[in-house]
């Protein structure tokens, strides 16, 4: 039950933001999943909420652990602003993220914790993140002191097989 008015409230979030009007909320983090995925509480409800336009490494890949406690320390048990763009296939919100006026996305970018999702990533936006990872590449920040960094989409492939 519970599920279905998350999935409610998602869908009514959704609708609002295809009509135009895409609405900014204000919800609480509950819990931080892992570098890219957080659980928030909205209007009663528990939402699970995944960084749009990022990927973060899995938490059983290199650097996970550190994204996720990077990603911890600027949200857990905060308030934040949720900007929804999309609804994902494990039906969480994908979503722009702030706190304190921060792009969350684009701190997890900036601090070497995260890719540019390019898949998804086809906004403007998408490009001065861009530059923020190759910044980070080249300053060896984050995952990028690992020569061999995997792309979580790769890392996944390799380990369904």
């Avoid at 204000?26 to 509480?41: F, I, M, N, P, R």
């Avoid at 059983?60 to 308030?79: C, D, H, P, T």
Wanted: hydrophobic share 45%; with cysteine; charged share 25%.
């Amino acid at each position: 039950m519970k599920l279905l008015s998350a999935l409610a409230l998602m869908l009514a979030l959704m609708m609002a933001a295809s009509a135009g009007a895409v609405p900014v909320f204000s919800a609480h983090v509950s819990k931080v999943a892992d570098g890219d995925s957080l659980e928030v509480e909205y209007a009663g409800q528990k939402i699970k909420l995944r960084l749009w336009g990022i990927d973060a490494p899995e938490i059983r890949q290199s650097y996970g652990k550190q994204a996720k406690a990077l990603l911890a320390v600027m949200v857990n048990g905060r308030r934040i602003e949720v900007q929804g763009k999309d609804i994902d296939i494990y039906n969480r919100l994908v979503a722009l993220v702030w706190v304190d006026g921060q792009l969350v996305n684009e701190e997890m970018v900036r601090q070497g914790a995260a890719w540019v999702y390019q898949y998804y990533c086809r906004e403007q936006i998408c490009d001065s993140w861009q530059r923020l990872e190759d910044d980070a590449r080249l300053a060896r920040r984050g995952l990028w002191a690992n020569d061999k960094a995997i792309p979580p989409w790769h890392w996944r492939r390799m380990t369904r097989h």
